[in-house]
């Protein structure tokens, strides 16, 4: 879909539209047999998806819609906004986009849930290693419970 047409989408009220990113990692998911459930809601957002098996909020971070630290610097304007209400968007630099990131993090943390995130580069370069971390991470939280 790419960053326009995940804009355009969003701007439609359109949310649920999976990305290709999500896509490539909803195939590996599948093709592990890891269960997922894909845009789940939780109190402020959405993640791209829930694994009921190690309680895991997983997202994969786009290089532009989340400001890969590797692309941007933390004075860096983003080309989109922030929606502030229905009709205003605030102009925002990628260290904003990380603190709201990292707010989402800690929110989920506080619900029990483990976080894990993933960058477009990760992806796309070394899916196999992301999901032999998700495995890890399952494995980690069977031990726990």
Partial sequence: MGVLGALKARKMGLSGIPTSLELKMEIALRK??????????????????????????????????????????????????????????????????????RFHNMFLKSKGYTVVRFWEKEIECEIDKCIQIIKSHIHANKKKT
């Fill in 32 to 101: 592990h047999k890891i269960q997922y459930l894909s845009q789940r809601r939780y109190g402020i957002g959405i993640m791209d998806f829930y694994l009921p098996e190690g309680n895991i909020a997983l997202f994969v971070d786009g290089g532009v819609w989340h400001a890969d630290p590797r692309l941007y610097g933390p004075d860096d304007l983003l080309f989109f906004g922030s929606k502030i209400c229905k009709k205003e968007w605030k102009i925002i630099t990628a260290k904003d986009k990380w603190k709201k990131d």
